[in-house]
C-alpha cells in the first residue's frame, strides 16, 4: 500500500489514494489507528482516502482521526487533499471535494497556497455557557457543514500563559462536556490589537492540540465577524504551526460563507511495510 504524507501549517495527514489501492472500507479505522501511531508508524492527526465521486465532485474523500474515528469534514486536510489530486491528475486547479458533510470547493492560488470553501454553518449559537468543576465557560458554538462538525469557541487572551497541563485540562474538559451530545473541538483565541488573531485548538479525535486545525481557524474567524469584532470580513488566524487567513462572507439569502486558505505541504511518499497491519 503506497502512502503520501502531507501537512497545512503543521496539521498532518497521510493520503491514501483507493482508487488505485481498493482496500474496503471497513478496513479503514484500522488502518487509520495504525498508521497515525506516532512512535510505531508513519504518525499524522488524520488519515485521508480518495475513492471515486459519487455525486457532482471530482472525487470523494473519506476522513478519520488519529483515534479511528470517522470524521465530518477537516479544513486543512481539505486544502492538502486538493493540491495532491492536482499534483497527481485528479482535478484541474479548481476543485470539488465530496465529504460527508456536503461538498467543498477548492483553488489553487499558487504551487503550495490553496484555498477551499468550508461547509457553511448549519448551526450557531453565540453564547453558550459551560461548567467544568467549579467554573463556568462563556463560548460560542459553531457546526459546519450537515452533519456538523462541532467548534467551540472562546475568547481566552492569556491562553498562552497558562501551563500546558492547565490548558489542556480545560480543553479536555470542555471536549467532553455533557452538553454537546457530540462533544467539540475547543478553539481557545486572543484577538491582538493590530487586528491579528491567535489560537490553539484541541481537537476531538487526536484527543490532544494540533498545531492548526483549518475548521477550528474558520470557526473562530466565523464568530468575529458574527460578533462585529473585526472591521471587514478578513482575518489572520496565527496558529502554533503557521497562519491561516480566513474570510467570511455574510450573503443577504442567509447562506453565509467561509473560505479558508494557507499553504498545502508535501512531507514523503513510500509504501507501508507494517507487518501487523491486516487489510
Same mark, same amino acid.
Not at 483507493?18 to 497515525?36: D, H, K, M
Not at 491567535?198 to 486545525?213: D, I
Given at each position: 500500500?503506497?502512502?503520501?504524507?502531507?501537512?497545512? *501549517?503543521?496539521?498532518?495527514?497521510?493520503?491514501?489514494?483507493?482508487?488505485?489501492?481498493?482496500?474496503?472500507?471497513? $478496513?479503514?479505522?484500522?488502518? *487509520?489507528?495504525?498508521?497515525? %501511531? #506516532?512512535?510505531?508508524?508513519? /504518525?499524522?492527526?488524520?488519515?485521508?482516502?480518495?475513492?471515486?465521486?459519487?455525486? @457532482?465532485?471530482?472525487?470523494?474523500?473519506?476522513?478519520?482521526?488519529? =483515534?479511528?474515528?470517522?470524521?465530518?469534514? @477537516?479544513?486543512?486536510? %481539505?486544502? @492538502?487533499?486538493?493540491?495532491?489530486? &492536482?499534483?497527481?491528475?485528479?482535478?484541474?486547479?479548481?476543485?470539488?471535494?465530496?465529504?460527508?458533510?456536503?461538498?467543498?470547493?477548492? !483553488?489553487?492560488?499558487?504551487?503550495?497556497? &490553496?484555498?477551499?470553501?468550508?461547509? $457553511?454553518?448549519?448551526? &450557531?449559537?453565540?453564547? +453558550? !455557557?459551560?461548567?467544568?468543576?467549579?467554573? #463556568?465557560?462563556? @463560548?460560542?458554538?459553531?457546526?459546519?457543514?450537515?452533519?456538523?462538525?462541532?467548534?467551540?469557541?472562546?475568547?481566552?487572551?492569556?491562553?498562552?500563559?497558562?501551563?500546558?497541563?492547565?490548558?489542556?485540562?480545560?480543553?479536555?474538559?470542555? #471536549? !467532553?462536556?455533557?452538553?454537546?451530545?457530540?462533544?467539540?473541538?475547543?478553539?481557545?483565541? !486572543?484577538? #491582538?490589537?493590530?487586528?491579528?488573531?491567535?489560537?490553539?485548538?484541541?481537537?476531538?479525535?487526536?484527543?490532544?492540540?494540533?498545531?492548526?486545525?483549518?475548521?477550528? %481557524? /474558520?470557526?473562530?474567524?466565523?464568530?468575529?465577524?458574527?460578533?462585529?469584532?473585526?472591521? /471587514?470580513?478578513?482575518?489572520?488566524?496565527?496558529?502554533?504551526?503557521?497562519?491561516? +487567513?480566513?474570510?467570511?462572507?455574510?450573503?443577504? =439569502?442567509?447562506?453565509?460563507?467561509?473560505?479558508?486558505?494557507? $499553504?498545502?505541504?508535501?512531507?514523503?511518499?513510500?509504501?507501508?511495510?507494517?507487518?501487523?497491519?491486516?487489510?
Amino acid at each position: 500500500m503506497e502512502y503520501t504524507k502531507m501537512h497545512g *501549517a503543521g496539521n498532518d495527514f497521510i493520503i491514501i489514494n483507493n482508487i488505485i489501492e481498493e482496500l474496503p472500507e471497513e $478496513s479503514f479505522s484500522e488502518i *487509520a489507528r495504525n498508521l497515525c %501511531a #506516532r512512535r510505531t508508524s508513519i /504518525g499524522a492527526d488524520g488519515i485521508m482516502f480518495i475513492d471515486h465521486s459519487e455525486g @457532482c465532485g471530482d472525487f470523494r474523500i473519506h476522513f478519520y482521526n488519529a =483515534d479511528g474515528t470517522e470524521g465530518e469534514m @477537516c479544513g486543512n486536510g %481539505a486544502r @492538502c487533499i486538493c493540491r495532491y489530486a &492536482y499534483e497527481n491528475g485528479i482535478s484541474g486547479e479548481k476543485q470539488k471535494v465530496e465529504t460527508i458533510s456536503g461538498v467543498v470547493r477548492g !483553488w489553487r492560488l499558487d504551487g503550495q497556497t &490553496y484555498r477551499v470553501r468550508l461547509n $457553511s454553518p448549519s448551526e &450557531y449559537k453565540e453564547e +453558550l !455557557w459551560l461548567e467544568l468543576g467549579n467554573d #463556568r465557560y462563556k @463560548c460560542s458554538y459553531v457546526e459546519l457543514g450537515s452533519p456538523g462538525l462541532p467548534h467551540l469557541v472562546l475568547d481566552m487572551p492569556d491562553f498562552d500563559s497558562l501551563p500546558e497541563e492547565e490548558l489542556y485540562r480545560i480543553g479536555k474538559g470542555l #471536549r !467532553w462536556s455533557e452538553s454537546l451530545p457530540k462533544g467539540a473541538n475547543v478553539n481557545f483565541y !486572543w484577538l #491582538r490589537q493590530d487586528g491579528s488573531v491567535a489560537a490553539k485548538t484541541f481537537e476531538r479525535g487526536v484527543e490532544n492540540f494540533t498545531l492548526a486545525c483549518g475548521t477550528g %481557524a /474558520g470557526s473562530v474567524g466565523y464568530v468575529l465577524v458574527k460578533k462585529g469584532m473585526i472591521s /471587514g470580513n478578513q482575518v489572520n488566524i496565527n496558529m502554533p504551526g503557521g497562519e491561516l +487567513l480566513i474570510q467570511v462572507v455574510l450573503n443577504p =439569502d442567509g447562506v453565509e460563507d467561509i473560505f479558508l486558505s494557507g $499553504s498545502a505541504t508535501f512531507v514523503s511518499e513510500g509504501k507501508v511495510l507494517d507487518e501487523d497491519l491486516k487489510y
